[in-house]
């Protein structure tokens, strides 16, 4: 019978080999990428599906622009559109140690956070098609960002081989501070406070990466769902924060 990894002895624990690792790490980072894919799939579809057809118009300026149906959906229930992604990535979470249900869970959470994403990357479309966002197209440039973002901090804790657990407490602080700002920006906040929570989110979902690649290569562990989940969720969250960056608008002095 499999044993959970803080239930075998400390001497089976610690003879885990660098192949073994590699191993580990080779599919961690696999399921990582196959989450992307079915992320951007779900988001593709939530963007064009029924696009043309749909009943649902918004004007900008002397142009009337279909909005396509899923996005108008969560557009109209924005507390569904939050908590149905929150409550496919818990359950995906939850599930990580079911052998075969595990990925059907991880794959099923973020094709739905894909779908969720929808109200956001039209808006940012639509801030691009009107020429006043500060990039012509924020959401290719801000997912070209967050890889080179992500891929430079994880390619650096993984050559320098440091310890970042020290930052263990300043992400988790850093997190519910985070939360609070944007909580308190829902209801007073403008343009400026915005982009502040924004820059200091990149931030803290950079220190993130660091910290859940360093575990990832220093701990014992067979929870490769798990870690893929962690590392998917650092670069939505860097995704969206630069995004809404990019996609802001501009201000001509």
Do not use: C
Request: overall charge positive.
């Amino acid at each position: 019978m499999n044993q959970l990894p803080w239930t075998r002895p400390y001497a089976e624990r610690i003879a885990e080999t660098p192949r073994e690792k590699l191993a580990f790490l080779k599919k961690v980072y696999g399921l990582f990428t196959a989450s992307l894919a079915t992320a951007a799939l779900g988001a593709i579809i939530a963007l064009y599906a029924g696009a043309g057809v749909s009943q649902v118009t918004l004007q900008v300026g002397s142009e009337i622009l279909r909005v396509p149906p899923l996005v108008a959906f969560f557009l109209n229930h924005p507390i569904m559109g939050a908590l149905i992604p929150f409550g496919a990535l818990m359950a995906a979470s939850f599930l990580r140690f079911k052998p075969g249900i595990n990925l059907v869970a991880l794959f099923g959470a973020t094709f739905i956070s894909g779908i969720s994403l929808g109200p956001t990357l039209f808006w940012a479309q639509l801030m691009a098609t009107g020429g006043s966002s500060l990039s012509a197209s924020p959401i290719r440039d801000a997912f070209l960002l967050t890889v080179m973002g992500f891929g430079g901090l994880t390619g650096y804790a993984m050559v320098s081989k440091r310890d970042f657990s020290f930052l263990r407490g300043f992400v988790s602080i850093g997190l519910f501070v985070l939360l609070g700002a944007m909580l308190l920006n829902f209801f007073v906040g403008g343009e400026s406070f915005g982009l502040a929570i924004a820059s200091v989110g990149v931030i803290l979902f950079g220190a993130f990466v660091l910290y859940d690649t360093s575990r990832l290569l220093r701990e014992e562990s067979r929870d490769p769902v798990g870690g893929a989940l962690s590392l998917y969720l650092n670069f939505l969250n860097m995704f969206l924060f630069l995004l809404r960056i990019l996609a802001s608008g501009r201000r001509d002095d």
